[in-house]
């Protein structure tokens, strides 16, 4: 295995994809742009919600003006489906705004992969609803990854 690849590789299967989904939900809860920049290819594209980015140095740039704005980011990855070099997620995020409004975020990601398993292409398509704090769901330590008991999306209702 070379530096360059991110098991696990495609073709994909479901548990191939919980795999990769986890890693990116992980990769995105430490809200480190430089750290979640490395999963993609060098000329990756996005569409995040009407942004269009591409390659890392974008990627870089788009996080961290996103985790400035969206404060105590928390974030869970599901897989809805997978072929071949591809793979579909559903997600919800909850985040809190610099006046303190709290939102969660719903949205659907459709990837495309590389043979290394670098995303080359990223599809997001993502609603905000407004919350008060005690509708919040998502509740961990911020310094660490999702724990694996904390209930998913579908575990949720949502």
Request: glycine share 6%; aromatic share 12%.
């Amino acid at each position: 295995m070379s530096i360059a690849q991110r098991p696990p590789l495609p073709p994909f299967t479901l548990e191939s994809a919980a795999k990769k989904a986890r890693a990116a939900e992980d990769a995105w809860n430490s809200c480190d742009p430089q750290r979640v920049s490395m999963a993609y290819t060098e000329d990756s594209r996005w569409r995040n919600r009407a942004d269009f980015v591409h390659g890392r140095a974008e990627i870089v740039q788009f996080l961290a003006g996103k985790w400035q704005r969206e404060q105590q980011y928390r974030l869970i990855k599901e897989v809805w489906a997978c072929s071949g070099n591809r793979i579909a997620v559903r997600f919800a995020y909850e985040w809190q705004d610099a006046a303190g409004s709290w939102f969660r975020s719903y949205g659907n990601e459709n990837w495309e992969f590389d043979e290394n398993g670098l995303m080359a292409v990223r599809h997001a398509s993502i609603n905000d609803l407004p919350i008060s704090e005690a509708e919040r769901k998502f509740h961990w330590d911020r310094s660490a990854p999702r724990p694996a008991d904390h209930p998913g999306l579908s575990d949720l209702g949502l």
